[in-house]
């Protein structure tokens, strides 16, 4: 079983940045790909950044592309998502995720492991 806790959502101003945090239990967090979702109100979830165990593979949703970047630190067993140029669309919850597989993709079910969510606001 693996515990995921998000943290680092909030409110912001568009334009702004938020860096989202996901500290997972495993102590083999490094052998889980890594994943984000968010879910806007009224939305089914959807896929925002993936990253491969080592952190050499990376993948992003076009709503993101070229302003969000997902890192991960296996020492720390944490995952990271930063989140620049904000726009009022972004504005969801935001769930981390966890795939026992090297490198995992833009679907859910791929994911066997899931935090409880950080909610993300921007206003405009």
């Known amino acids: 079983q693996v515990l995921l806790v998000e943290s680092g959502g909030g409110l912001v101003q568009a334009g702004g940045s938020l860096r989202l945090s996901c500290a997972a239990s495993?102590?083999?967090?490094?052998?889980?790909?890594m994943g984000w979702f968010r879910q806007a109100p009224g939305k089914e979830r959807e896929f925002v950044t993936c990253?491969?165990?080592?952190?050499?593979?990376?993948y992003y949703a076009d709503s993101v592309k070229g302003r969000s970047t997902i890192s991960r630190d296996n020492a720390k067993n944490t995952v990271y998502l930063q989140m620049n140029s904000l726009k009022p669309e972004d504005t969801a919850v935001y769930y981390c995720?966890?795939?026992?597989?090297?490198?995992?993709?833009?679907?859910?079910?791929?994911?066997?492991?899931w935090g409880q969510g950080t909610q993300v606001t921007v206003s405009s």
């Open positions: 995720a966890a795939a026992p597989t090297s490198y995992s993709g833009t679907q859910e079910y791929e994911y066997d492991y």
């Open positions: 495993e102590r083999t967090f490094s052998t889980y790909a």
């Open positions: 990253i491969s165990w080592s952190g050499d593979r990376t």
